[in-house]
């Protein structure tokens, strides 16, 4: 290679992208314009990637964090060789491209993540580096190194001061994850000033204290410099790396260097023109591409396709020798299921007194998890309080940490290979992380926390329904019913926020055998996230031969049971908790020879996805007496209660109190059901 090629490949990056930016007349051309020498040296000289085919297991992932500068990555993936026509680079921002504003999983070729809210991208590349440590530990064996890949990323000054970076650089670097290799696009700029304004801190002393590797290049077009920090990084065996790279943003134009007006907004036609010239490129044709640059990007088929062949071969061979081992690898690959995985889901007998679902939940957890391998997660430091800890399934963790009689091992030691993630408290960074696990692939990540604080997460849940991830969020203390800590810790608006996300489903089941289904849908669901909401308190279980089976759970509300005799008159709805609640309340109000029937309802969105016939067969639409009964907002349930109904709920914040004492404040009792449901015959 001459430098000449190198320069004419870099500039083939930058104007592609510059020229896709103008004619969208909208994008970010700041970042491609500095950071393509960076980007290409990473691509052409270390990426272990298959052009051909995106989803090679064994292939290096690389994370645009700092998805505004989505045309470089665009640009890099049509140079080598993805399935991404030139039609679609001049496409760009358009309706129904697949070169949207920023990157998007599942719609571009080799995009790997969903980008654009900063600091994302960067705790999704822990959840991969995590996910390539932890079958590399329980996978390879001497001789057969079958999951052996690196997890690139290039980050830039608003993803390291977002606080979910902070979260889970710290994470990294104690986890001592090596294999986790950032590139830091340090231009100095961010959308709207100097990082002189608002971020002067020392990144390099940061992130070794973090306990991160650290290197500086202060001239982010030195490609040999570049060459061997990378090098550097890829031979370092005990921590993450950072390499702080010295770029200029919108370098080469004329006006625009080194100032935010380069970062949100196009050159625009003159500038572009300026900056082509400046940096001795044809002002004509838009869109160029050079043969010789085509030809050497080009290279990246052949060299993926060895690779993948030279991988399978290996694979073929391990087989032979572990079998065991590869058909267990192959099925978490492939996102299969084991057989008879969900035999030892237990069944709950009758039980007035009931259990908790966040305990009932954890004895699932306990018979399903021997037979996944793939389910690996754990809580926001909650695992005593949300019961989801992998017995006998190890913590994940280096094992070089593992000194002494550490607190808080779930048995089975301190490993790379172990299933139980300790993610301190870091909620922000547990939902990232989750993702990270979920779009590598091999895995059905879950995470924990009290309700209340999903809030913490919502960005990261957010991506996960966009991206369409398996990711189940376990979430405990979900009501007023927790009672003592008080309204900082009562969950209110928190079950209407959630179920506001497209196609998050959120379940919050009514007793012990509703959570046993909830988690067969959870695990079952590969192609969006489920949120699990569930009581601290006790919850009476039901007696399965006087109401309705738990599966109805999987419709999302079913009829657990109608009173004897003509159409009812009445029907109460409730979910979680209060279903036990309604239930009684039926009992009394039958007493009284009110036809009733008793709907549990914990999940609007499985309700929804039915046919009409269905929902109108358990709501008819000629029974207009209705009455919800859920201890959070009343917001939404106007859409099940009707004109002529009623929602028992709450609009005000809790209180701090024994939490029998809260619900019944607060209006949930048998007798304020009972009353509330008459008030509405008597309208009627």
């Avoid at 859920?630 to 859409?639: C, H, I, L, P, S």
Wanted: aromatic residues 8%; negative net charge.
């Amino acid at each position: 290679m001459t430098l000449e090629l190198d320069n004419l490949c870099i500039n083939t990056l930058r104007f592609l992208s510059v020229d896709a930016v103008q004619k969208a007349d909208s994008g970010h051309p700041g970042l491609p314009l500095g950071a393509a020498p960076m980007a290409y040296v990473l691509w052409t000289r270390f990426l272990q990637h298959n052009p051909g085919n995106p989803k090679w297991f064994n292939r290096d992932r690389f994370v645009l964090s700092a998805g505004h500068g989505s045309m470089l990555l665009y640009s890099l993936l049509y140079m080598t060789g993805y399935d991404l026509p030139l039609e679609q680079i001049k496409q760009f921002r358009q309706w129904d491209s697949i070169t949207p504003g920023h990157p998007e999983r599942g719609l571009t070729p080799g995009v790997e993540t969903t980008t654009g809210p900063l600091g994302q991208g960067f705790g999704t590349g822990v959840g991969m580096a995590i996910a390539e440590a932890y079958l590399a530990e329980r996978y390879n064996r001497p001789g057969f190194e079958i999951v052996k890949h690196f997890t690139y990323g290039l980050v830039s000054d608003g993803d390291l001061m977002e606080g979910v970076a902070a979260e889970t650089a710290s994470l990294a670097g104690h986890l001592k994850l090596s294999k986790l290799i950032y590139l830091y696009d340090n231009n100095h700029v961010t959308l709207a000033a100097s990082t002189q304004l608002t971020f002067t801190e020392d990144h390099t002393r940061r992130f070794e204290a973090y306990g991160w590797h650290t290197q500086s290049i202060e001239d982010g077009n030195d490609l040999e410099a570049m060459d061997r920090a990378i090098r550097a990084a890829r031979e370092e065996t005990e921590r993450p790396s950072l390499i702080l790279v010295r770029t200029h943003i919108g370098y080469g134009s004329p006006h625009k260097h080194d100032t935010f007006a380069a970062h949100g907004s196009p050159l625009g036609v003159e500038e572009v023109k300026l900056t082509k010239q400046n940096l001795s490129w044809p002002v004509e044709p838009l869109f160029y591409v050079p043969n010789e640059a085509e030809r050497h990007f080009r290279k990246a088929i052949d060299r993926g396709r060895e690779a993948e062949d030279e991988w399978n071969a290996k694979f073929s061979t391990y087989e032979k020798q572990y079998p065991e081992l590869a058909r267990e690898l192959r099925q978490l690959i492939n996102g299969e299921l084991p057989e008879g995985w969900d035999t030892s889901i237990p069944q709950f007998p009758a039980d007035a007194k009931g259990v908790a679902t966040r305990i009932a939940s954890g004895k699932v957890m306990e018979a399903v998890s021997p037979k996944l391998p793939g389910l690996i997660g754990g809580s926001a430091d909650l695992n005593p309080s949300t019961f989801t800890e992998l017995k006998d399934a190890g913590n994940f963790e280096n094992p070089k940490m593992a000194v002494g009689d550490l607190q808080g091992s779930a048995g089975g030691g301190w490993s790379y290979s172990g299933r139980n993630l300790q993610f301190g408290v870091r909620e922000h960074g547990m939902g990232a992380i989750l993702n990270g696990l979920a779009t590598h692939g091999g895995f059905i990540p879950f995470g924990a926390t009290f309700l209340t604080f999903s809030d913490y997460m919502r960005p990261s849940i957010r991506l996960a329904a966009l991206m369409g991830l398996q990711v189940v969020y376990v979430f405990t203390h979900d009501s007023i019913g927790m009672g003592e800590d008080g309204p900082t810790h009562q969950p209110i608006e928190h079950l209407a926020s959630l179920r506001a996300i497209p196609r998050l489903v959120v379940i919050r089941p009514g007793d012990a055998n509703e959570t046993a289904v909830a988690w067969r849908v959870a695990i079952e669901t590969r192609d969006r996230p489920v949120a699990l909401v569930l009581s601290r308190q006790n919850l009476p279980t039901l007696d399965r031969k006087q109401f309705a089976p738990a599966e109805g759970l999987r419709r999302g509300a079913y009829i657990l049971a109608d009173a004897p005799g003509a159409k009812p008159e009445l029907i109460l709805i409730a979910s979680g908790s209060e279903v036990g609640l309604i239930t009684a309340a039926g009992q009394k109000l039958q007493e009284q020879k009110i036809r009733v029937r008793l709907i549990s309802m914990p999940s609007w969105k499985l309700f929804e996805a039915q046919s009409r016939e269905y929902r109108d067969s358990v709501l008819p639409p000629s029974v207009g007496a209705r009455l919800a009964v859920e201890a959070g907002v009343t917001q939404g349930w106007q859409r099940y209660t009707g004109d002529r109904g009623d929602v028992i709920g709450i609009d005000s914040f809790g209180a701090s109190a024994p939490g029998p004492i809260v619900m019944r404040e607060y209006g949930f009792t048998v007798e304020n059901v009972c009353k509330r449901a008459l008030g509405i015959l008597a309208r009627k």
